[in-house]
């Protein structure tokens, strides 16, 4: 297997075993969160706006990502982890006991919380755990098994809600146990010699003090490296354009189309999975010719047709069509969301929190970029106008980036970038 030659250490490619076997676990999270809006939508009969927050739950939550940054870089791994599954995981159970929308939507926004705590984690395991040549396709690959637990759950969970409409009052508890399997796994991984020993940890001030600086700290960054700042507008603007369409995405299903559970779940999520998963190593190879911030420029661009697609969809195999071809423009940013700040971290310590600046980002156009769709959409009851908005969006994103790369080319030739961790010759 080409992994196992490039990953020439063998604690890594132990490291990459257990990540493997934790991902799928991990990744039923994603699952079922995914059908919550139609659900929210469908069985609660949730308006407007209800249906908005559920949609914008876990990009606003992602705020909290320097937060729960501190804390990682506080507490051990294991009570890190068993915090995250007791405050943002558990949670997704408590929507089983949920009569009305209003109370099945406060469980829905707490357990998205959990979507932030995951990133400082990952980030320290993707660069302290594997060589910087192998990193880009072992990532692929790690993605590859989670798209295809993403598409398999979401299927699965539209059949049941098509027989059984109240089956989410079994398979959401089931659903919150098993991420605390994929939980105990990633703890394994930190018990690891060679994570224990690259694992740099800073915490000189005290807890509650740097908890009340993190967003002071988080624009310290932004001044002091003017690439990253501008990595982080281009994506903001691409991220304004998901977020139109993502909040769009249940009234073109329930009110425009008027697809069942499991046409969403197969028109939407399982075809959009399935080519994320075959597609995601070609684009590792790709990323490895061309750079990370180079593929998320033209998957930025290429994106501008998704909104277009949107609008013409009229039946569920429209539909499903417009998903394949965005998942084929989407595979890109999938890699380069994550791999692009681990990137541009100046050093190997600041990897999780770059990563979770990143995703605080994501909370910060959340907060802008979904309510002002659906305001447009319930004003015209058309989906057209933000939609080209969200068009407009993408390319403004994707000229951004490609400048963002070409000047970090220029940087680099200036000031070349040590990695930490040398590729040993394949045993």
């Known amino acids: 297997m080409i992994l196992h030659r490039l990953v020439a250490f063998p604690e890594s490619r132990n490291i990459l075993r257990l990540h493997l076997w934790a991902t799928p676990f991990i990744a ?21 706006w209800q249906t908005a927050i559920s949609t914008a739950a876990i990009s606003v939550t992602l705020l909290l990502s320097v937060i729960w940054n501190e804390l990682y870089c506080r507490a051990r791994p294991g009570l890190y982890l068993a915090l995250l599954w007791a405050l943002a995981i558990a949670p997704l159970g408590g929507i089983a006991l949920c009569y009305t929308a209003w109370s099945a939507l406060f469980f829905i926004v707490v357990a998205a919380t959990g979507f932030g705590g995951m990133q400082p984690l990952s980030g320290d395991i ?28 979401t299927y699965l969970i539209g059949l049941c809600l098509n027989y059984w409409p109240e089956a989410f009052r079994v398979y959401l508890p089931a659903g919150t146990l098993a991420v605390g399997v994929g939980m105990g796994l990633l ?145 890109g940013v999938n890699l380069t969301w994550t791999l692009g700040p681990i990137l541009l971290a100046r050093d190997a310590s600041q990897a999780p929190t770059y990563l979770a600046i990143h995703a605080t980002m994501v909370g910060i156009r959340g907060l802008v970029g979904q309510f002002p769709a659906v305001a447009l959409y319930r004003w015209t009851q058309d989906v057209r106008l933000p939609l080209a908005i969200a068009a407009v969006l993408f390319a403004w994103g994707a000229v951004i980036m490609f400048r963002v790369e070409r000047d970090r080319r220029a940087a680099a030739k200036a000031r070349p970038e040590a990695e930490p961790m040398p590729l040993a010759p394949p045993p």
């Open 126 to 153: 993707l660069r302290h755990s594997y060589p910087p040549m192998a990193r880009n396709r072992i990532f692929s690959v790690i993605q590859m098994v989670s798209q295809c637990t993403v598409m398999v759950g």
């Open 28 to 48: 039923l999270q994603a699952a079922v969160y995914q059908m919550l809006p139609v659900l929210l939508r469908q069985h609660f009969a949730a308006d407007e």
């Open 187 to 331: 703890y394994r991984i930190t018990q690891k010699q060679l994570f224990i020993e690259r694992r740099q940890v800073q915490h000189s001030e005290p807890l509650l003090t740097s908890l009340s600086r993190v967003y002071h700290n988080m624009l310290r960054v932004f001044r002091e490296d003017s690439i990253f700042r501008r990595h982080e507008t281009a994506f903001s603007l691409y991220g304004l354009g998901w977020m139109i369409c993502w909040a769009l995405l249940p009234f073109i299903c329930v009110d425009k189309l008027h697809l069942t559970y499991a046409e969403v779940a197969r028109s939407t999520q399982t075809a959009l999975q399935l080519m994320l998963m075959m597609t995601m190593l070609p684009t590792a190879y790709l990323m490895d010719r061309f750079g990370p911030l180079t593929i998320a420029a033209w998957s930025f661009a290429l994106l501008v047709f998704y909104p277009i697609g949107l609008m013409w969809a009229y039946d569920v195999n429209s539909l499903t069509f417009v998903t394949i071809v965005y998942a084929v423009m989407l595979s």
